[in-house]
């Protein structure tokens, strides 16, 4: 009994002398108020101990207790230091000041900047919207996804095209996300420019290995874009006016420090010099795009906060009175963040998504319509659980309602009758656990499984469901009523990546996951189009699941202002979609009868070389890859390169400050050409002259490649004033900062092929081959503003 | 609609597409039988060409095959053979041929030591009801002119599985657009659709004849996909050779088929 009483008289002292507290809180900009993603806190007297800031700025870390010199650390901010002593749990809410607006001596810092070595991510890009605002692109329009296609293993869909391929998958295999919300179709023009407006996004993240597990549903990537906050400290407005386009953005705070908005638009104007048509009709032409973002925060108390966020964005073209063209995406986020401890930090997200498009035919008494849309309604909760200061758990559930209507037409002031094709609901519901674990002071371990389940209901009270034969042709019909459950598939999706610190300037990173998709774009054309039709898992179309596996390595040179990675990846592709030869998409109900399946794999090597800090800084990037495809049905069953197969890859960005007023910027691109069917001979036949292909994806385009350069000329940032008190001169920041910027998208004029025609001169017989290019030594200036 | 989407394209960002002309080397392909077999429900109009592809650099002198044995045999055994007609290499013809709806026939084509076959069954025949139409005024950008919107209406055969396709002819030139269609998911109603890519300009008097033809499955699909293979814009499909019916060699394309007809004709003034 003594004994017993002795024991747990030790195991309390024990309990008590090894008490441990937690420090908790969010990092925000000091000037802006913005929560600031994936800083990093480090303690100095625990080498290898410290925590990342969530999405939502909060951190949560876990030490015994004792005095601690804590550092924060974040990309563009300068870094914060504080002594604390931990007697007990302690709420710490930190602003940090951004770059270049530190007057005070900021301690050199022990800690390097070496995250891309230790984090146990890979497969990982960031950029920051500093090299967003820098790089040129077409039209001078800023672009965040055209400025991702110059990291490694990301592609461009084309020339000036917004869409890209990671590591070998097709366009569709991105999970593109804003503020949770996924965006179906985000690019406008046909490609030629990203729905999303540069101004009014915080933070870009690519992730293009196996993502963590909180996220699923797409084979390749998922990319992670967050919106702005909005400035909780004071009023503020940005904007800029371009060659095609302006766009004004103003944020303010509700309550100061507690809540604020942002709201940011655009618009395009090619349509305002038709006005100055003498033609009536090109007059009442339009062909525009604009973008609507707003969002709004609050916090309650101390432990909640709430987010409302919304995007709105259509493209329109209009011909006369009599056709019609309009698409465009819509999105809103709802979340509720919730402290349940300081140590657990809660969100639900209630997210709408949609896309649409209408064509339309015929004068306002005569009306000929087609359109077709998905929309999503998708509930979410998802949990951060920092156990202690070696693991950090993350866990959620996650449901979404999908209802596509793939084409819906109307007519008006005209009898006539045209079935639509009949609606599609479906049901995709995921649970995921994911813990990430630092073992001793050289290993960092993120591993987690994924849930997911999709479930095809049916849409109507006689939903058809068709079999269909090995040839495409309908063998059976089956009815369903509304809500009955047609199809059920799900699967688990492990994901595991790990860093080990080889020495303080390398280190070495594998990691190997499975993913899934349920949802299908079928686009059977080369450029990404607003027709093209996406298409949910059925009892006919299966789920893609992929695997892959990549293993890198890390270096960082000279105190980390250079980083060298490489990664080596091999992705194996199931139920991968392709068409029967000459399959028709739009309109089409029995679409999946010209549907085949096959598999794909597509493997390689990439390499970045990085500058980040000085006057110089930019990127080398090399990419050389493999993807390929084989279905029975195509090419005699044969292995064949993919669409989207590239063997080289280049991509050099320099960005020159050459003072506080210049910054000059470069970059160039050289890629293999896409791999294409060409014919090889030609008959008549029906009057016409055919062409006879002999492969699949047999040839090549030329290779591509292209320099842009731009000059961003910053009017002065400081003014001289007299103090009032001493009557010296001293220089101050102005208030209202501007700058133009010029550039120049393909320097030297190469004419990249756009397309390649191949036509016959029936009279003279001869056959050409044409290729169109289509920009050509464009420039461009804009003039941006901030106060 | 593909072409339109490279047009938006284009006209959205207000510049000009540069085009030239580039050198590209293929390799040649083995040459192919060409063979275009059609029998219509019209007395002595069925016919059937043969002949031969070229290299794609090689020009349009596509070699007649002349000689061929050429026969078609119906379900009844009957054997008619088609000769080659007089002055035009490579078409053979039999002036006292007409298909019948509801059967099936039989090809045989003898050429170079080499045996070509192919069956198509005929449907019954088909029936235009009519062909109404919409009035748009001008449209602007350089075109004063009302435009039509035509449409074409007919009722499917509830009996038999049935493929389409409507083919116009504007004041004597066929529209190489391609209509065509089948009753899976509509058998026995009636079809109604427009010409969407044909646009008909008022002013010009328009005659215009509305083929409407029904065939098997095998030329459906050979005609769906040739359809898409047939356009070479950045929005089009993977081009790919249009799936034949023709039996017998590696190296042959075309199609079989009997073709059932109807035509029905408009004048817009």
Redesign the interface.
Known sequence: MKLLAFLSLTLLSYGILAQDYTISGNLRDSETGEDIIGARILVKELPGTGAITNVYGFYSLTLPKGTYTLLYKSISFADFEETIELTGDITKDIEMAPEGKVFEKVTVTAVKEDENITSGEMGVEKITMKDIENVPVLFGEKDVLKTMQLLPGVKSAGEGNAGFFVRGGGADQNLILLDEAPVYNASHLLGFFSVFNSDALKDVKLYKGTPPAEFGGRLSSVMDIKMKDGNSKKFSASGGIGLISSKLTIESPIVKDKGSFILSGRRTYADLFLAFSDNENAQNSVLYFYDLNAKANYRIGKKDRIFVSGYFGRDKFGFSDQFGFDWGNATGTMRWNHLYSDKLFGNLSVIFSQYNYKIKFGSEDQQFEIGSEIQDINIKKDFDYYLNSNNTLKFGVNGIFHNFRPGEIETTGFDFQVDDIPNRYSVETAAYIQNEQKVGKRLNLIYGLRYSSFTQLGASDQDSVYIFTDAGEIENTLYYGKWDNIVTYHGLAPRISMSLLLDEQSSLKASAGRTYQYLHLLSNSAASAPTDVWMPSSNNIRPGIADQGSLGYFRNFKENMYEFSTEVYYKHMQNVVDYRDGAEVNLNPTVEGDLLYGIGRAYGVEFLLRKRKGKFSGWLSYTLARTETQIDGINNGEWYAARQDRTHDISIVGIYNLNERLTISGTWVYYTGNAVTFPTAKYEIDGQIVNYFSERNGYRFPDYHRADIGVTLYNKKMKTIIDADTGEEKEVPKKFESSWNFSVYNLYGRENAYSINFNTDPETGVTTATQIALFKFIPSIAFNFKF | ??RL?LI??V?????P????????D????P??L?I?GVLNNYLGESYI?I????????????EKVSGASVSVEDEAGIVYVFNEESGTPGRYVLPTFQALPNTTYDLMVTVDGETITSTSTSPSIPKLDSL?Y?V???????QEDSTY?L?YVFTDDVTQENYYRVRPEINGD?D?NFYIGND???NGEQV???FFATPLVVGDSNNIKVTLSSFD?ANYTYL???????D????????????TNLEGSENV??YFGAFMLDTMTLYLP
């Open positions: 609609m593909k989407l938006i394209a006209t959205f960002l207000v510049l597409a540069c085009e030239k002309e580039i050198t590209i293929v390799e040649d392909a040459q192919q060409v275009e060409l002949s031969k592809s070229v290299n794609l650099y090689g020009g349009t002198n596509f109404p919409l748009n005024p001008p449209a602007g950008f350089g919107f449409f066929l190489n899976q998911l509509g109604q659709a427009p499955e769906f996909s040739w359809a898409n293979a047939a070479q814009s950045p929005f089009s499909a993977v081009p790919s050779n249009p799936v394309v075309g």
